[in-house]
């Protein structure tokens, strides 16, 4: 499986940004991390395989919205309202084996892109 994340870029703060993950192969339950400078990398949103159900850390819930379109195998995270806070390396993962919120769970990784909000 290859993931392909794109979208990110500059953006002022209160904007909106959309980043895409194009997988190739089957469809997995996918999820979003980021990792800020000098921190560690933490949990942004998951959805299962089917779309049915999402999932948000605390700090994105309301401004984020994770999304799917199966016929394309890409999925998308809505961010809007973005915060300085938000600054990060996102990366998107496939295959959650437990936890979709623990990085460790996660089978697949794709590249990140570089998110930058700017106040």
């Known amino acids: 499986v290859q993931l392909q994340a794109s979208g990110g870029g500059l953006v002022q703060a209160g904007g909106s940004l959309r980043l895409s993950c194009a997988a190739s192969?089957?469809?997995?339950?996918m999820g979003w991390f980021r990792q800020a400078p000098g921190k560690e990398r933490e949990f942004v949103a998951a959805?299962?395989?089917?779309?049915?159900?999402?999932y948000y850390a605390d700090s994105v819930k309301g401004r984020f919205t994770i999304s799917r379109d199966g016929a394309k195998n890409t999925v998308y995270l809505q961010m809007n309202s973005l915060k300085s806070e938000d600054t990060a390396v996102y990366y998107c993962a496939a295959d959650p084996r437990r936890d979709y919120s623990s990085d460790s769970s996660y089978y697949y990784w794709g590249q990140g892109t570089l998110v930058t909000v700017s106040s």
């Open positions: 192969g089957r469809t997995y339950s």
């Open positions: 959805i299962s395989w089917s779309g049915v159900s999402t």
